[in-house]
């Protein structure tokens, strides 16, 4: 069996609004496309309807959220039963659970007799950006469409429209009737309570601190509310809510029902979505308008130079990303992408993975993923931190709704994660044009960057090792040695397997954390390139001497590895002992050898062996292009989570590797291969975590952050 990953590990172990984050004027339409939504129905399957309110540790129904909201819908299957969305999906702080199979179904009866809303044919169930929708034809010209959008972070706006085609007047009792999914057994079965209330129904929670699976204070509520008056019923774990009057609907004539559903953890919030949802049920048409705005911005600048063929995946990557999109609640105080809804242990923010996420995001909405970065930063350790002084400038790994103080388990500074922040603030300055981040973000970077060599320079001669900080859960050696091989990101690759670890110690003999006994060829390109994307920071605001020292000390650090960890007869770049400086080429190929490409630390005669490894189909240049580990490599695993899965971030930095050094075909096919190969992307399936590289099938959670952020840039390839 594969070591535990990081993730896996952590659990064994026991909006802003849209002004907010407004992004830049949209390019001109495609002349081909416009900027119609309709075109770009259904990237994405997210049909389907929950038995039970546990989804799995990885949901298979996909979902959608959007401005941060922490509650998701789907839309059911054609033989599912009709007349509302699936859902809600809600967050439990940390964890999704499904609160009902379909909360507000609408009912129609006539005379007292229900109406079929399948009468004149199957219904059209639709997932557009940034809406839902379902089409009903009735028999006798009733027709019934219901859309479901968000109106801000807390808040869903649902609105139904009935229209009578027919040549006769109608008149129709409206109903909607919904039960709730509770948790199979535990003190969380108990948590949801179903209470009638003026306007409609609410769900009350209890308070459940169960670390690994349910998380409430309770102070939670989910609230749903009408615009029109209603009455009430509940029983037990099902109500029945009416609409106090008669729809009557002479012929032609159409009349439209709102309601808002919000989701909400303390009492404040609760408070700011009565008034969102006040706001969105008094204008419906603008909040609709705004919505449709903002999506058609996000849909021009995600596929701005996107060729035709490719423009549906763009649009698949943005809402992937939008439905992670979480804004402030609990620790996370800054709107924030995280890996997976999908997936149980995924809503957190780890820092690479919003590295990453950011460079993508930028392309569509850069105030969201310069405040995706803001997100991690807030719990960069302080000077003077009184349970940590070593750690000044350390960015943990990942940080989530709890901290361990209010009992979160998913919480980790054990370890931090690669230094590719300064290329994340760059990358996102490039979209956004905010000098003002810049300023704001240049002296967290550097604190950032001088905490690598004062805790993980084990030498002192400027090349770093991954490693452990000072954490109570780094009590024994292995323990140590797990956390470094998770502040790599790559978790078990073969690299780590015969890894030790030794102590690192600051100028007066004190313990400041631990360190491999190897450096490691990502790590030192990554701080390379970092050091490169400070100075470009500091040149752009001006300190034209501060950039200059830190281009001068990028290429000392690009000789280095150069020098000692390229090897010429395996033609790859390797991590080398701490001890003996011997390149480790024992342990085989892995894709961090080539980082250098990318960072452009290789020079070129060594380029062109990286080159040709990528590219052999016997190395690197499998099916589904840059597995983590050499095909040849005796640890290949093509189902090995860091062992020989394709994961699209290393992709990435491999393609742009090539285009660095002027292989512009190579990296152009690499994509077309990548596209074709990688299971989904061209069809209404989720984008992946990771990729079988011999079958492209899709491995691990669905619907993966860093994945599709990192194909809206490709996708312009």
């Avoid at 949802?277 to 058609?296: D, F, I, N």
């Avoid at 130079?305 to 943005?318: L, Q």
């Avoid at 709704?401 to 590719?420: A, Q």
């Avoid at 900080?469 to 790599?488: F, G, H, M, V």
Wanted: aromatic share 8%.
């Amino acid at each position: 069996m594969n070591p535990l990953t990081r993730r896996h590990f952590l659990a064994a172990s026991a909006l802003a609004t849209a002004g907010t984050l407004a992004a830049p004027a949209a390019p001109a339409a495609h002349a081909d496309e416009g900027l119609d939504a309709e075109r770009y129905a259904d990237v994405l399957d997210l049909h389907g309807t929950p038995a039970q309110a546990y989804p799995g540790d990885n949901n298979p129904i996909t979902v959608f959220a959007d401005l941060g909201a922490w509650h998701a819908y789907a839309l059911p299957r054609p033989t599912d039963p009709l007349g509302g969305f699936t859902g809600p999906l809600h967050l439990a702080q940390e964890y999704p659970w499904w609160l009902s199979d379909g909360l507000t179904r609408l009912q129609l009866a006539e005379q007292g007799r229900p109406l079929d809303l399948a009468a004149g044919g199957a219904p059209t169930l639709t997932a557009l950006p940034g809406l839902l929708r379902q089409r009903y034809a009735l028999a006798d010209g009733l027709a019934l469409t219901l859309e479901l959008r968000f109106a801000g972070n807390r808040t869903a706006l649902l609105r139904a429209r009935l229209a009578n085609t027919g040549r006769t007047a109608r008149t129709l009792a409206v109903a909607w009737t919904g039960t709730l999914l509770r948790p199979a057994d535990g003190p969380q079965h108990d948590a949801p309570r179903l209470l009638a209330a003026e306007r409609g129904v609410e769900v009350a929670f209890a308070r459940v601190r169960r670390t690994w699976e349910y998380l409430t204070d309770g102070t939670e509520s989910f609230a749903v509310r009408h615009a029109q008056p209603v009455r009430v019923t509940v029983d037990g774990d099902r109500h029945r809510t009416e609409l106090a009057d008669l729809v009557r609907l002479p012929p032609g004539a159409s009349r439209t029902l709102d309601w808002t559903e919000s989701y909400t953890f303390t009492a404040e919030d609760r408070a700011r979505a009565v008034r969102e949802a006040e706001a969105a049920l008094r204008a419906p048409e603008r909040t609709a308008a705004t919505g449709r705005a903002r999506w058609a911005g996000y849909l021009a600048r995600a596929t701005d130079g996107v060729p035709a063929a490719r423009r549906r995946t763009a649009v698949k990557c943005v809402q992937t990303l939008v439905t992670n999109w979480r804004s402030p609640a609990g620790r996370i105080r800054h709107d924030a992408v995280t890996p997976s809804l999908s997936d149980k242990w995924f809503s957190g923010v780890w820092a690479w993975d919003t590295w990453k996420q950011a460079v993508g995001t930028a392309l569509f909405a850069p105030g969201l993923a310069a405040d995706q970065i803001r997100a991690v930063f807030d719990h960069q350790t302080g000077p003077g931190a009184p349970d940590r002084p070593q750690d000044a400038g350390m960015v943990p790994d990942c940080v989530f709704y709890n901290d361990p103080s209010t009992g979160g388990g998913n919480w980790n500074e054990r370890n931090s994660k690669p230094p590719l922040a300064a290329w994340a603030v760059w990358e996102v300055y490039r979209r956004s044009g905010d000098r003002a981040f810049l300023r704001e973000l240049l002296p967290k970077l550097t604190a950032y960057q001088d905490w690598w060599y004062r805790t993980r320079d084990h030498l002192g001669e400027g090349l770093c090792e991954y490693g452990a900080t000072l954490d109570p859960a780094n009590a024994a050696p292995e323990d140590c040695r797990q956390a470094a091989a998770w502040e790599s990101g790559m978790d078990n690759a073969p690299r780590f397997d015969a890894a030790t670890v030794v102590a690192n110690h600051g100028p007066k003999g004190e313990p400041v954390g631990w360190s491999l006994t190897q450096r490691s060829v990502d790590l030192n390109a990554y701080l390379a390139a970092d050091h490169r994307h400070l100075a470009l920071i500091a040149a752009e605001l001006g300190d034209r001497p501060t950039a200059e020292r830190l281009r001068g000390r990028a290429e000392r650090i690009d000789a280095a590895i150069r020098a000692t960890m390229y090897d010429p007869a395996t033609g790859w770049f390797h991590d080398t002992d701490l001890a003996t400086g011997a390149r480790l080429t024992a342990r085989g190929r892995g894709i961090e050898g080539a980082i250098p490409l990318w960072s452009g630390t290789a020079d070129p005669a060594q380029a062109r062996t990286v080159r040709a490894r990528l590219l052999d189909p016997a190395e690197f240049g499998t099916p589904m292009p840059f597995p983590t580990v050499a095909r040849s490599s005796p640890s290949f695993d093509p189902a090995g989570y860091w062992r020989g899965l394709a994961w699209l971030d290393q992709s990435y930095f491999a393609i742009e590797g090539l285009r660095r050094y002027g292989w512009d075909q190579d990296a152009r096919r690499a994509v077309e291969r990548l596209l074709t190969a990688a299971e989904g992307l061209s069809g209404d399936g989720p984008v992946r975590e990771n990729y079988d590289p011999l079958t492209g099938r899709g491995r691990n959670s669905t619907n993966f952050s860093w994945s599709a952020a990192l194909l809206l840039p490709l996708l312009r390839s």
